[in-house]
DNA sequence: ATAGGGTTAG
């Protein structure tokens, strides 16, 4: 039997066959000879481009005979790693147009383009194709769909279908499908509901494996239940389940973030007499806790170590050190790593220069962020939202109004579409230059859309309004916040309770203090703070002294502001200290 | 033969 191999080199329309080269007239004949019999194999690893594949396409579909519904399949698998999900409808499209045979596998792809292009919707309407076509359904299909609904954050939608699915024997969930599930639940905080679909299956005919293992235990060690994933590690090695080294990982990266740097030690040696050997991963993770509590010397240390056990450090892990280096405000000791990134040929991310531009701007220093922020373009790459939201805070924050606006309408034209996140920042900028008329505009505009705003938005919104002597209105606002669905936060609360404290209205932030609790929101550290130093602001003593108890009694204490603001008072009327029996050896200091 | 799943960094 005949066999070609053909590969299509660049974009250059000049295709390969075995080791000649044709031009696209001579394949044209070529496709049309009846001589040439045989299955043609295609070679799908040579697409470098969406062009690539959009030209294979047309040659395959003259191609004679044609190349097998799998091809196709391929050519779909191929494009959708490129991330081209709509031109895999077009084309899909096409060969329905042109009565080319489909089966499941390509459906299940056509799917899975839609999903993820974040229309689940449409992927659904995919389905009466198969039951036209006499396909069935299957577990893919069905797993593609959950994965999608998912990806939108619809939650409930997607638990729904996977419960109707069971409940109604559609399909028999396999493995993966469960493990779809449990990870759309864990990703999105669901951890309870994740552990809970673990148990079911730990009853039924599908007994988890070492996946549905490892998204539980992260999951827990996510929230910081460090205990309760030990205890499931536990279990799965009592069952002859081996826990892997995502299974560590994932517990070592939680015991990090906790500071119990003695059980690191611990399943750091349990994982190694396992002669499991720590990965880039590991030591990145290591190198981070690290790095979170200030300990960057041990860090780079633990990089030097990683070295000398053949595990080469990449881009995340200089990218943990350098931003290590930042929290301690050391910009040089950063610029260093980076230099040094770039020397051993490691390319820097976007992350790289966000943690590089985020120090900078920290340490005002705008101007070298800007310049990071221009190289990142001129490398090659592209500013993210991330990128654009630090070098705007970095602005506002020493005051560079119009550049911070100039960059804003450059991101509106050629970066990325514009978040809740930069929205805030650009309200709370235009509040701090008491730019109000400016803020609210923009905020009338975000309202308009409901979706783009949150209980947050309000926040700064009230903040900016009684920071700028607009406290009515901001009270306004607050109270019609409840008629639009959306239930004061304690943030909120404590915002509007700073509003009337900063105006000497202490009887309305009294009441709103009380208000809170009757609505389940108990004040915290900060409501308590505030308003003790409203009563000291007014010298009134006695007030205060009563929230003092109270908020000492909840285990809250003094921060520094108010503690200063105690001092003052007092020094100012000794006196005041009769008042404070409870307070006479802190005072002393 | 071709379709769906898990870990780290801002």
Redesign the pocket.
Known sequence: MAMSKISLRKCNGILSISSFHISYSYFSSYSRSSKVKGRVVLNFEKLKCLDDAVTLFHQMVRMKPLP???DF??L??TM?SMKHYSPVLSLFRQMRKLGIPI????L??VI?SYCLMHRADFGFSVLPIYLKNGIPF???????LI?GIFAENKVKDAVELFKKLVREKICVP????Y??VM?GLS?RGHTQKTLSLLRLMEQGNTQP????Y??VI?ALC?DGNLDAAINILNEMKQKGIHP????Y??LI?GLCKLGQWEKVKTLFSEMVNLNMYPD??TF??LT?GLC?EGKVEDAEEVMKHMVEKGVEP???TY??IM?GYCLRGQLDRARRIFDILIDKGIEP???SY??LI?GYCKKKKLSKAMQLFREISKKGSKP?I??YNTILQGLFEVGRIGVAKQLFVEMVSTGPVPNLSIYHTLLDGYFKYRLVEEAMSLFNKLEGKKENIDITSYNIIINGLSKNGELDKAHAIFQKLSSIGLLPDVRIYTTMITGFCLQGLLDEAKDMLRKMEGNNCLPDNVTYNVIVQGYLRCRKINEMVTFMKEMTGRGFSFDTTTTELLVNAISENPSVVDMLPELHAEIKK
């Not at 299957?138 to 593609?144: A, C, G, L």
């Open positions: 097998s519904v799998v399949s391929k779909f698998k959708t089966d499941g596998f390509i299940n792809s899975n299957n577990n893919v299909t069905f797993t593609t994965r396999d493995e993966i499908m493990a779809t990870s990703k494996d070492i996946y549905m490892n998204i992260d996510k892997d080294i995502l299974t990982n994932s990266d880039v991963r990145t993770i981070d979170k990449n881009v995340i990218n943990v931003d991310d976007i992350f966000n943690i985020n993210n991330v990128t």
